[in-house]
């Protein structure tokens, strides 16, 4: 990253903590890197679906426990990615605010993945005002929302990570 990145960063990030600020500086350098931009300073994302100043690119973020990704396309209307460690573990309990008994049968932590990245790729539609993960059913390589298709997924586990993304 370049030397004074830590200046890009907004007070209010920085007001949480060193973490976050390398998870958001981390995220963005990324972003930059995706959309070929020189530097990641003016990186303003609007509705989390599009870049402000460059609103050809459809992109989207993820962190967790000190890793950053970042997702970027020309093509599609809006975008999710959502990266976890393929070692993390669940209650069985916390299936509740994500499973449905439509999802097709597969591992709890890839299921979870998916329909974050899903959720970050629906949700800037506005389909519904209060977007849950619950609303989405993971079927095949499709999202459904309300019975019909939304969007489409894929995840991958690699290198001790899930990366999922999903795209409308
Ligand atoms: C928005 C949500 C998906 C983000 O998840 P997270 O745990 O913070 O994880 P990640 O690090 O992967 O993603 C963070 C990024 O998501 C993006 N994001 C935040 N809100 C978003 C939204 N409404 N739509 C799209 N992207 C969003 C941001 O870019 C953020 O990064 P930033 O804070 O550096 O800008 C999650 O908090 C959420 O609201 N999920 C749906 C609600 C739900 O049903 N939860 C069920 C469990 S209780």
Not at 9 to 20: F, N, Y
Not at 109 to 136: N, Q, R
Request: some cysteine; overall charge negative; glycine content about 4%.
């Amino acid at each position: 990253m370049p030397e004074n990145w830590v200046d890009s960063v907004p007070d209010a990030i920085k007001a949480i903590g060193e973490k976050r600020v390398r998870e958001y500086a981390a995220s963005r350098h990324a972003l930059a890197l995706a959309c070929e931009l020189d530097s990641f300073e003016k990186l303003e994302i609007e509705n989390h679906q599009y870049l402000k100043h460059h609103p050809e690119y459809a992109v989207s973020l993820s962190h967790t426990r000190g890793i950053s990704a970042a997702i970027a396309s020309k093509e599609l209307k809006s975008i999710g990615i959502d990266l976890e460690h393929a070692n993390r573990k669940f209650k069985p309990e916390v299936s509740k605010f994500f499973l449905t008994d439509q999802d097709d049968k597969m591992d709890l932590l890839v299921l979870w993945s998916a329909k974050e990245a899903a959720f970050k790729a629906i949700a800037p539609l506005g389909l519904k005002e209060t977007l849950v993960l619950k609303d989405l059913v993971l079927k095949g390589d499709s999202v459904l929302f309300q019975g019909k298709v939304v969007s489409k997924w894929n995840s991958q586990t690699h290198d001790g990570l899930i990366t999922s993304v999903a795209w409308v």
